[in-house]
């Protein structure tokens, strides 16, 4: 059994900044910072949880909308351009 030691608030909001922002595998982060893998991923099942806020919620709303028409847009000049090309 491994000894039990406390992980910094600071170092956990790294780790776990690392790992979703930086695309760092939790066994990377695990070796870098000396932390279990097994612990990181309690961390990360722990921050799954957390229901986000109505801002974000309204922002990727907002987002989508937003995707939807620059899709919109691109789909009707190709089928405008292949129009075009078969006259």
């Known amino acids: 059994m491994g000894t039990f030691r406390v992980i910094p608030k600071e170092i956990k909001e790294e ?11 939790v066994s990377e982060a695990g070796k870098d910072h000396g932390v279990n893998p097994r612990t990181i991923y309690g961390w990360l099942k722990k921050s799954a ?26 789909t009707h000049e190709l089928h405008k351009h292949k129009k075009n090309k078969d006259s």
Request: aromatic share 0%.
């Open 49 to 74: 949880i957390v229901v986000p806020s109505i801002l974000e919620i309204s922002r990727l709303k907002r987002e989508n909308r937003e995707l939807k028409e620059i899709i919109g847009i691109v």
């Open 15 to 25: 780790i776990l900044g690392r790992i979703k922002n930086e695309g760092v595998t």
